[in-house]
């Protein structure tokens, strides 16, 4: 019996020193997808992994789009059925896989925004919400990947992170939902940093006189020049697809700006300008405004567009690219052109339908006269202490990003009101809003000293709010740029 109980007890000890047996590592519940594009752009093969769940129905960003999917039994995936507007995982097992095909030459020819894909040249630009199909649900603290197989040379150009492992790509719970462009081809993708931000550019196919460059100077003096109203570029990763198109005038023929899965420009550049055409043109600096602004519902463009409008003339002015009577002119001219546009309905009506009127003139100018009217409103009350660019940099901390949730443009004044501690803000959009007539700005300019004569700006600096009008368009002091070099980096 004593040797017994010495044994237990020396089994005892050894058992004690052996390593505890370590858990299984958890997983995190999620998904996987995987693009395999053919080098001819005829199909898009696409295969989604499941991690830690299973969903009942899966659904794509533009039901339009649809048409375009085959769902071909894959061997080691799961089928899947359409029904109506949604398609169904039959048999998928935990941790299972689906697979499906896009014909893209059937989706180059459907049409709709957001699910228009296209080629450039040898190049292909396509909203990944027209390939990818997704959980109808979408949880909060989902880990979502994308990887892309590409023939070798290709690339893609995308406005997501990167995975930890610099394989793939991260997607937050806006990427497939908000407007987003991917660009996959042979095209160079480069970059360069900037007033705090790295910049990812791809020049997609096409003839272009403008170089790279050129190109790149271009647009970091838009970039620079939104940092002189937030002191540094407001996000830390911009995506931008350069688009040559045949055209002889202006430089930059068109432009949109997008947030799905993160900020991304798509710049359409006429192929016979050339380098010393691009600086200080302002459609660059327009969309890059976008970046900046707060997110607000798609019916209020009179505060989206209209204050962006605005700055892309204070901005090119306090950059150097424009002097302070050019931009006030430029200014001027603008808000003619939206005196002229529109009908005889308010504001807020023409901006809720400003697509199906085509009213983009009268809404995007009268939204910069209110921009005009609050900066100098604020400017008079409150000297060096509250102007429009002290409201811009607190909507886009608060407002700035997708992951904040979009709000109504006058509760977005009427909480900058509160934080100034009068009614000063919501009281001027609230009023121009009501109206059917564009913004008077004959007492604001003669204040200010902005005097028009047969068309031509001319600048009063004996008028009472003169230094008020300097200081709209004054230069700011120039951000700290240690890291604004060239990056070689090319994927």
């Known amino acids: 019996m004593t040797l017994y109980r010495a044994l237990l007890a020396a089994t005892a000890v050894l058992l004690a020193c052996l390593p505890a047996a370590s858990a299984p590592p958890e997983v995190k519940p999620g998904w996987d997808y995987v693009i395999t594009l053919d080098e001819g752009f005829t199909k898009a093969e696409v295969r989604l992994c499941f991690r830690g769940f299973l969903p009942k129905r899966l659904v794509v960003g533009n039901p339009g789009v649809l048409p375009a999917f085959r769902y071909d039994a894959v061997k080691g995936a799961a089928r899947l059925e359409r029904r109506q507007e949604s398609v169904v995982p039959v048999g998928l097992a ?12 059937k989706l180059l020819g459907l049409g709709g925004r957001r699910g228009r894909a296209r080629r450039v040249g040898r190049d292909l630009l396509v909203p990944p919400a027209s390939l990818l199909l997704k959980p109808a649900l979408w949880r909060a603290g989902l880990d979502v990947t994308v990887r892309f197989e590409l023939a ?23 990427a497939l939902r908000l407007s987003a462009l991917v660009a996959i081809g042979r095209m160079p993708v480069d970059g360069f940093q900037a007033a705090g931000a790295t910049v990812d550019v791809a020049v997609l196919d096409g003839e272009h ?5 050129g190109i790149h ?17 407001p996000a830390q990763r911009l995506t931008v697809i350069v688009h040559p198109i045949p055209a002889r005038s202006p430089s930059v023929v068109f432009g949109s700006a997008m947030r799905g899965g993160g900020p991304h420009v798509h710049l359409l550049i006429a192929s016979s300008a ?3 055409d691009l600086p200080g043109e302002w459609v660059g600096v327009h969309e890059l405004g976008h970046i900046g602004m707060p997110w607000t519902y798609d019916t209020e463009p009179w505060l989206q567009e209209g204050f962006v409008t605005y700055y892309q003339e204070v901005l090119r002015a306090r950059a150097g690219f424009l002097s302070e009577t050019e931009a006030w002119q430029k200014l001027h001219e603008g808000f003619g052109r939206g005196r002229r546009s529109g009908g ?16 983009y003139h009268r809404v995007y100018w009268a939204g910069a006269a209110i921009a005009l009217l609050i900066d100098v409103e604020l400017r008079t009350r409150y000297p060096r202490r509250w102007s429009l660019d002290d409201l811009m940099r607190q909507w886009h901390a608060s407002h700035g990003d997708t992951r904040s949730r979009a709000t109504y443009g006058l509760k977005l004044l009427q909480a900058s009101d509160r ?6 803000v919501r ?18 300019f003669a204040q200010l000293g902005v005097v028009v004569e047969a068309g031509r700006v001319r600048l009063d600096d004996r008028a009472p709010l003169a230094s008020f009008r300097r200081a709209i368009m004054a230069p700011r002091k120039a951000p700290a740029s240690p890291s604004d070099r060239p990056d070689r980096r090319s994927r």
């Open 419 to 424: 934080r100034i501690g009068a009614n000063v």
């Open 274 to 276: 050339r380098d010393a």
């Open 209 to 213: 006189l403008a170089t790279r460059t």
């Open 427 to 444: 009281p001027i959009a609230a009023k121009h809003l009501a109206s059917t007539s564009f913004p008077d700005l004959s007492a604001v």
């Open 152 to 174: 070798k040379g290709m690339r893609a150009a995308v406005p997501w992170p990167r995975t930890p492992d610099g394989k793939g790509y991260l997607l937050d719970r806006h």
């Open 344 to 359: 005889t309905r308010t504001l807020e009506h023409e901006s809720r339908e400003m697509g199906e009127h085509h009213t």
């Open 94 to 105: 935990r941790g299972g896989c689906v697979a499906w095909q896009v014909d893209l030459e």
């Open 217 to 233: 100077t271009w647009l970091k003096g838009a970039i620079l020049a939104q940092a002189q109203l937030h002191g540094r570029f």
